[in-house]
Nanobody
């Protein structure tokens, strides 16, 4: 059974940093693409970043380039999203997700999603 469990959310001041973790089970982490998405109240879910399988190829939405970094630790079955320079408009529920493909894209719907973790950025 595929499971993705996010953690690391919370309250952070504008300009601050937060590292989100996504622990996966039920599949081999390095076989499939993993993405991070976010959804703010009243807005559609947005692709933030993703990492392809068996490679270091990553993708970021333009608004987070240079501030966010996605990485994976296959030994720990965990994908991370390091977020620096957070802005109040980035307050959202952040989700990790798995797509049964090798090369990732943040512009597609993934097959499995976690329950999400709330990140609140205060001004």
């Amino acid at each position: 059974q595929v499971q993705l469990v996010e953690s690391g959310g919370g309250l952070v001041q504008s300009g601050g940093s937060r590292r989100l973790s996504c622990v996966v089970s039920g599949f081999t982490l390095d076989w499939y693409a993993i993405g991070w998405f976010r959804q703010a109240p009243g807005k559609e879910r947005e692709g933030v970043s993703c990492i392809s399988a068996r490679t270091d190829i990553t993708q970021y939405t333009d608004s987070v380039k240079g501030r966010f970094t996605i990485s994976r630790d296959n030994a720990k079955n965990t994908v991370y999203l390091q977020m620096n320079g957070l802005k109040p408009e980035e307050t959202a529920v952040y989700y990790c997700a798995e797509d049964r493909t090798r090369y990732c894209s943040i512009d597609v719907w993934y097959e499995y999603y976690g329950q999400g973790t709330q990140v609140t950025v205060s001004s």
